[in-house]
């Protein structure tokens, strides 16, 4: 590995990395975790004389319901969202992923998403829990991966620069921390305070600089990319959109 004088100038070189590619595909899943709710917010509603009681009663009610939920899922992740991603440098983009109800008696109803770029420009199309597709053409990648899952807006903004969801050249405070292995990859690891407040841990492998692992801390959000591929991708990866299905 190539030696760098500070954590901001390896995550220009991740950049620089990223945008060299002339394709690249992978897989990987985001999780979600339930933060237990804090006492010290209900008591703070609780006090302010401008909240009406029903109000008061129906979060507390609401926060109750929400710990049950927590202490059930012991630890397991409150949301898993498995995605795919593929790039070519020709300006083709697609990542499609599936998200289930977050409440865990109806993670069966799942909906379909793909957001990405073809010869007619940017596009996200949806599949509902209930059938129904729908296919939507946005002026500009940035506005469809908007809509997107974080995934999609994680690696758009390493392949394309600027572009909605987070920068990770726009961490502030950044420091190397420590290496590990993941997924029998070398990664090392970089952190700093993140776009939305709180602090973000990412690992990149040390051979091929590719993002293995992203961690936001306070809203506990983990994305987690595998089978990375800078070359070779599947002949079958399609990026037109997909086209809407009629329903009868």
Request: proline share 4%; glycine share 8%; net charge positive.
């Amino acid at each position: 590995m190539a030696c760098y004088a500070n954590a901001r100038e390896f995550l220009r070189a991740v950049e620089a990395r990223y945008r060299a590619l002339d394709a690249y595909s992978d897989r990987g899943i985001v999780y979600a975790y339930a933060r237990r709710p804090r006492k010290a917010d209900v008591q703070r509603l609780n006090r302010d004389r401008l909240v009406p009681g029903i109000a008061k009663r129906s979060f507390e009610q609401r926060v109750q319901s929400y710990r049950s939920i927590v202490a059930r899922l012991r630890g397991e992740p409150l949301m898993k969202e498995p995605f795919e991603t593929a790039y070519r440098n020709t300006g083709e983009f697609r990542v499609v992923w599936t998200r289930a109800h977050p409440y865990p008696p109806l993670r069966h109803r799942r909906t379909l998403g793909v957001v990405g770029r073809d010869a007619q420009g940017a596009y996200v199309f949806l599949r509902r829990p209930d059938g129904k597709e729908s296919l939507r053409r946005e002026d500009s990648l940035d506005l469809a991966v908007a809509a997107s899952s974080s995934a999609a807006q994680t690696i758009s903004a390493l392949l394309f620069g600027p572009c909605h969801g987070g920068r990770l050249l726009e961490l502030r405070r950044i420091r190397f921390r420590g290496m590990r292995e993941i997924d029998g990859v070398d990664c090392l690891a970089v952190s700093g305070l993140g776009w939305r407040g709180g602090r973000v841990t990412a690992w990149f492998g040390t051979g091929d600089l590719m993002l293995r692992r992203l961690v936001e801390h306070r809203s506990r959000h983990e994305e987690r990319r595998f089978d990375v591929r800078t070359a070779d991708l599947d002949p079958a990866i399609d990026f037109k959109a997909p086209v809407v299905a009629e329903i009868a």
